[in-house]
């Protein structure tokens, strides 16, 4: 099982966007090949920080969802949103 973490910091404006964006695609990505959790955090002292946190059956359908057409179209929508950087870490279950 391979864990994905994304933070994403985005402008205030635009945290209503990305939630709507979020909302749009979540059943989507949630069921790609491979998922098997998908859900948005959002960090309790700071409401612009949110994070992804998703599971996925092994590293290849990981690599083959970063490599379709849904997530380009959606991070590509969703990275205009940004007021840094994002940051991602992929971690496996100990």
Same mark, same amino acid.
């Given at each position: 099982?391979?864990?994905?973490? !994304?933070?994403? $910091? ?7 966007? %990305? /939630? ?8 989507? +990505? ?18 612009? !920080?949110?994070? $992804? ?7 290849? %359908? /990981? ?8 997530? +380009? ?22």
């Amino acid at each position: 099982m391979i864990i994905r973490l !994304v933070k994403m $910091t985005f402008e205030q404006k635009h945290v209503n966007d %990305f /939630l709507k964006l979020f909302s749009e695609y979540k059943e989507r +990505i949630a069921g790609f090949e491979g998922c098997t959790h998908l859900e948005l955090l959002q960090d309790k002292n700071n409401p612009v !920080v949110f994070f $992804t946190y998703s599971k996925w059956e092994d590293g290849s %359908f /990981l690599d083959k969802y970063r490599k379709s057409d849904l997530f +380009i179209r959606v991070w590509g929508q969703t990275k205009k949103l940004f007021a840094e950087k994002a940051e991602a870490w992929t971690v496996e279950e100990v």
